[in-house]
């Protein structure tokens, strides 16, 4: 089943802790992507590859890492999390098609909460 | 950055009615698709417009995109409960891959 996996589901830590969320896709997508979901502010990117070792950054990078050293790997890295990052976060992987452009499949979700 | 508006952000409705969901830009996108998204899951992927001026229908729901790829509009015909959930829309260009508007959240009440 085509699918894109993300660990945790739900995770609670304390400020300054390094965690690292994965993110991992069947798909032998080339494009892939970190997301945060806030209330009343939508999705935004905050990074995105690609390819292997291309990444790039999206509209909210600040605070985040990432590394794109496999093609079906894409972790999202907070070295040092606040408060502020409190959010409910997801990875996408995508196929860019010359007609329909990119198509997102998403994972289910992370809820991280940093207290 | 590219923005896309959506509106209304929330809408409550009886099942049976009718709605149209709104999504505009200032930015041509060379495609825009539609996402829904229910509680506790990831978006999913309903349908792309590529042209404009484009009409897709997916059972009871019509996807419209504007001609001049600025704008595009989601109308759902006799809503259920099932259709309850968090509509996401989404421009594409060369990139930067995708940029989501912030979304409509719908109710079917039965």
């Known amino acids: 089943e085509a699918q894109v996996t993300q660990n945790p589901r739900y995770l609670i830590t304390v400020t300054g802790k390094k965690l690292t969320v994965t993110c991992s896709q069947n798909?032998?997508?080339?494009?892939m992507s970190w997301y945060r979901q806030d209330p009343g502010l939508g999705l935004r990117q905050i990074y995105y590859?690609?390819?292997?070792?291309?990444?790039d950054k999206g509209d909210v990078p600040e605070g985040y890492k990432v590394s794109r050293k496999e093609k079906r790997n894409f972790p999202l890295i907070l070295e040092s999390p606040s408060p502020n990052q409190t959010s409910l976060y997801f990875c996408?992987?995508?196929?860019?098609?010359?007609?329909?452009?990119?198509?997102?499949?998403f994972g289910q979700g992370t809820r991280l909460t940093v207290v | 950055t590219q923005l896309l508006e959506q509106s209304p952000q929330f809408l409550s409705i009886q099942e049976g009615e009718n709605l149209t969901v709104y999504c505009n830009s200032s930015?041509?996108?060379?495609?825009l698709q539609w996402y829904r998204q229910e509680p506790g899951e990831g978006p999913v992927l309903l349908v792309t417009?590529?042209?404009?001026?484009e009409v897709k229908k997916l059972k009871r729901l019509t996807f419209q995109f504007g001609d001049a790829r600025k704008d595009s509009s989601l109308h759902i015909t006799a809503a259920q409960p099932g259709d309850t959930g968090l509509y996401l829309c989404?421009?594409?260009?060369?990139?930067?891959?995708?940029?989501f508007g912030g979304g409509t959240r719908l109710m079917v009440k039965p």
């Open positions: 417009v590529v042209t404009g001026g």
């Open positions: 590859s690609m390819n292997v070792e291309v990444t």
């Open positions: 930015s041509v996108f060379s495609s």
């Open positions: 798909m032998n997508h080339e494009y």
């Open positions: 996408a992987s995508s196929l860019k098609s010359p007609r329909t452009g990119y198509e997102a499949f």
């Open positions: 989404a421009g594409s260009n060369a990139g930067n891959m995708l940029t």
